[in-house]
Structures are given as C-alpha cells and as structure tokens.
T-cell receptor, first 114, second 113 residues
C-alpha cells in the first residue's frame, strides 16, 4: 500500500539555524501537504503543493514538490523557539475516489534550543 | 474562518462503557468529515470517512460496529467508541473538508481505565 517515509525522525537544533526535512514515497502523489502539530492539538496546514517541481514559501518555510512526484522537502530558515513541534507530510490516499482521504508520514519532531 | 471544534477535549472512562466524541465545523458546512486516531509518538491514521446523510466509509481493519459514526447534519459528526477497552486509549482527531482542504479539530484524548 501507499506509504510516506519521513526523515529525520527528530532534530535538535540551535535557535537561528536552518532546518531541512523530507518525505519520500514508493508511489506517485499528485498533492503534497506539510502540517505542523503542537502537543495536544490537531495538525495545522503549513504549505500545500499541487504541481511537480513547484516551490512554495510561507514566511520562513519553503517546500518543494519533487519532479518525480515521489518526494517533497520542507525547509525552515532561521528557526525560532515557537517552531518546536512535530511536522508531518501528507498526501491523498489512492482510493480511486475524490474524497481527499489523507495518509500521513510518521513525522519529524523538531526541538529548538534558545 | 474554517474552524473545527471537538468535544470533549479529554475523557476518561471505565472499560466496557461507551464514549461519544463530537466534531463540529463552526463557520462552514462540511459534507465530508474524517476521523483519525493517533497513538503516542505515532502518526495520524485515518479511521473512517463520515458523509452527511449516508453511511460512513471505514478503513481496512477498523471495526464499524465498535466505532459508530453519525453525520446527521452539515456541521456535526459524532464518533462513538462502544464497549471501550484500554487499547482504545488514544488521541482522536477529526477533520472537516471545505473545497480541497481539510481543517483539523484540536483532538480528543481518550483514556480507558
């Protein structure tokens, strides 16, 4: 079945450093989504990518949709303490329908040291 | 806009009892809502798709008789965990679909003693 492999599992960085995480799949995705989840909360959408090769920014966040449509990366520049959380990549499950059911990666836990 | 709420935020119940969790889209109507389960330090796993006015669609391995879903209106879906057991303890998160985007609720922490 479809799977999203996310790496790294966790990162410990110093405030101000840049961060990069990625997501790969053995199958093609037509949409890549990046979410952030704070402890005890639901995920919040950061960036949505809809086209192979697309590079999209949201403030200090930048994400790219890989040309092969089997991978995506998320970069965070100049990290700050509030960037702490778990970052998930996600994409639509291939059910043949159009309901947009999502499959999530296992997440990258980011810790930022002030 | 696009706010989704869940109630309760956390619940503790005894083994064998049933628990109902509500998911509401506060400022938009959602024909489709989704229910996810997240175990500690794990990812979100889709349990079922809730369709207003019709039966829910369950993912493989999710017991429909144990996890009852009702989507009686365009702003409310409920998940009832029947005869709960300790292994059902988890973080349950709903989402509501508007256009092509899903908006997630804050989650409900269920602990079964």
């Amino acid at each position: 079945g479809q799977q999203l492999n996310q790496s790294p599992q966790s990162m410990f960085i110093q405030e101000g450093e840049d961060v990069s995480m990625n997501c790969t799949s053995s199958s093609i995705f037509n949409t890549w989504l990046w979410y952030k989840q704070d402890p005890g909360e639901g995920p919040v959408l950061l960036i949505a990518l809809y086209k192979a090769g697309e590079l999209t920014s949201n403030g200090r966040l930048t994400a790219q949709f890989g040309i092969t449509r089997k991978d995506s990366f998320l970069n965070i520049s100049a990290s700050i303490p509030s960037d702490v959380g778990i970052y998930f990549c996600a994409g639509p499950l291939n059910h043949g329908g159009s309901q947009g059911n999502l499959i999530f990666g296992k997440g990258t836990k980011l810790s930022v040291k002030p | 806009g696009a706010v989704v709420s869940q109630h309760p935020s956390r619940v503790i119940c005894k083994s064998g009892t049933s628990v109902k969790i509500e998911c509401r889209s506060l400022d938009f109507q959602a024909t489709t809502m989704f229910w996810y389960r997240q175990f500690p330090k794990q990812s979100l796993m889709l349990m079922a798709t809730s369709n207003e006015g019709s039966k829910a669609t369950y993912e493989q391995g999710v017991e429909k008789d144990k996890f009852l879903i009702n989507h009686a209106s365009l702003t409310l879906s409920t998940l009832t965990v029947t005869s709960a057991h300790p292994e059902d303890s988890s973080f349950y998160i709903c989402s509501a679909k508007r256009a092509d985007e899903q908006f997630f609720g804050p989650g409900t922490r269920l602990t079964v003693l």
